[in-house]
């Protein structure tokens, strides 16, 4: 029995891992489409110290009047039309109804021009938290070569794992067949044996019993038989 909850528990923790594993894999997807939260990698060193190139940020989705002073946000740069995350140093409204964001990296000297204007309700990712060192390994598994190896590599770990789990099963199967048949062979010799101890009793039971109660004969050596 222990080694048989052992296979058990193994393999309860390997559907674990394997589910883990799948959720990891859409995890990000899911966060994206349901909550806006969103993963990007840092590229330039323009946000020393806060962040570094080859740090992770993670984003929500902010509208632009919930934007203030000194918020880390997500844009995109007219010039370059390269995506920056540099700090909110200025902000400027038109009668609510749009908003004019400057920007800033932390080690620049001077601030981004031109300063970015957007409707009240536009939308706009606001860096959330900063995980060091982990960009070039999200660059890493988001690209297309990434996610087709992959996704080839759990596939073929979950073939693996309904192989091992399919042998285990069979396993226990003739585990519990031996364990049954061991069991039918007890009850049978059990039997036998009862049934054998029954016919010996039948066999030595006296038809007489061997004291009557009464005087016992003995031999004599004057022709007589006295009695005890």
């Not at 000194?70 to 740069?77: A, P």
């Not at 226990?172 to 007890?186: G, H, V």
């Amino acid at each position: 029995m222990p080694h048989k909850e052992a296979k058990k528990a193994k393999r309860n923790s390997t559907v674990v891992f394997a589910s883990m594993s799948i959720f990891l894999m859409v995890a990000p997807a899911l966060a994206s489409s349901y909550f806006g939260i969103g993963v990007f990698t840092v590229l330039s060193q323009s946000m020393k110290p806060y962040m570094a190139a080859g740090d992770g940020i993670v984003t929500n989705v902010v509208l632009a009047r919930d934007v203030h002073i000194g918020d880390v946000v997500l844009v995109q740069n007219p010039k370059s039309f390269e995506q920056v995350s540099h700090r909110v140093v200025e902000v400027k409204t038109t009668d609510n109804t749009q908003y004019t964001i400057t920007t800033k990296g932390d080690a620049n000297p001077a601030a981004d021009t031109p300063a970015l204007t957007f409707n009240a309700d536009a939308s706009l990712r606001r860096v959330v938290t900063v995980v060091p060192k982990v960009g070039y390994a999200l660059n890493s598994l988001s690209s297309t070569v990434g996610r087709v190896g992959g996704i080839v590599a759990l596939i073929a770990y979950l073939v693996y794992l309904m192989r091992k789990m399919r042998k285990s099963n069979v396993e226990m199967e003739e585990t519990s067949n031996i364990s049954t048949q061991e069991s039918d062979i007890a009850t049978r010799v059990e039997h036998l044996v009862k049934e054998h101890l029954k016919s010996l009793d039948k066999t030595i039971a006296p038809s007489e019993p061997l004291l009557s109660g009464g005087p016992v004969p003995v031999a004599s050596n004057s022709g007589e038989r006295p009695y005890l």
